[in-house]
């Protein structure tokens, strides 16, 4: 089956820059969107069709891909950046959606 | 504005039933599918599924193929999920979110509700 790798934690120091990545085990050709989540509540999307943002999000906040890798940058990390980030792609047909198993951003 | 409201908190015994609802406003009911993705504790996210509030039609991720379903009340703009069956294991935050795409699938998630915790206990 199809999986979403993400790294567990990545920790960085307030205004420097974050990258988190999600790696698929198969060349794929579908979009990844990025969510963050932080305690008690529920995801927000951040990144859209790989590097789209959505209105409202801070552009500090970008995505970006390379072959089976994507990317969510964030630019000078501030400490209400500190939050559980997760990857997710579907499938064109609609019968997949698929989450990687997030990674804890920790703001030193 | 949109928002997706949710149905408070449940506790049920294992091989009973729940089921969830979520109530839209704010956009066209039947122009957005509503999908269904749960969160274990301490865990990551876990989708179920989808309903096309315009058709009614449903797809289900395999994990949950004959436990889930899914339907809506276009009068009161409200989808619902109902699993059965219930273990320990299906103690978790259930979430509805709405697809981002008008009138189609995209498989992402632009608004979410605020989640309903489910606790399966004996």
């Known amino acids: 089956s199809y999986e979403l790798t993400q790294p567990p934690s990545v920790s960085v120091s307030p205004g420097q820059t974050a990258r988190i990545t999600c790696s698929g085990d198969?060349?794929?050709?579908?979009?990844f969107h990025w969510y963050q989540q932080k305690p008690g509540q529920a995801p927000v999307l951040l990144i859209y069709?790989?590097?789209e943002r959505p209105s409202g999000i801070p552009e500090r906040f970008s995505g970006s891909s390379s072959g089976t890798t994507v990317t969510l940058t964030i630019s000078g990390v501030q400490a209400e950046d500190e939050a559980d980030y997760y990857c997710?792609?579907?499938?064109?047909?609609?019968?997949?959606?698929?989450f990687g198993g997030g990674t804890k951003l920790t703001v030193l | 504005q949109v928002q997706l409201v949710q149905s408070g908190a449940e506790v049920k015994k294992p091989g009973a039933s729940m089921k969830v609802s979520c109530k839209a406003s704010?956009?066209?009911?039947?122009?957005?599918?509503i999908h269904w993705v749960r969160q274990a504790p301490g865990q990551g996210l876990e989708w179920m599924g989808w309903?096309?509030?315009?058709?009614?039609?449903?797809n289900f991720a395999q994990g949950f193929q004959g436990r889930v379903t899914m339907t809506r009340d276009t009068s009161i703009t409200t989808a619902y999920m109902e699993l059965s069956s219930l273990r320990s294991d299906d103690t978790a935050v259930y979430y509805c979110?709405?697809?981002?795409?008008?009138?189609?699938?995209?498989?992402?998630?632009?608004?979410w509700g605020q989640g309903s915790l489910l606790t399966v206990s004996s």
């Open positions: 069709r790989d590097k």
């Open positions: 309903i096309n509030p315009n058709s009614g039609n449903t």
């Open positions: 704010g956009y066209i009911f039947t122009g957005y599918y």
């Open positions: 198969t060349l794929s050709k579908q979009y």
């Open positions: 979110a709405r697809d981002a795409s008008n009138w189609n699938y995209a498989g992402v998630f632009d608004y």
């Open positions: 997710q792609s579907a499938d064109s047909g609609g019968s997949s959606v698929i």
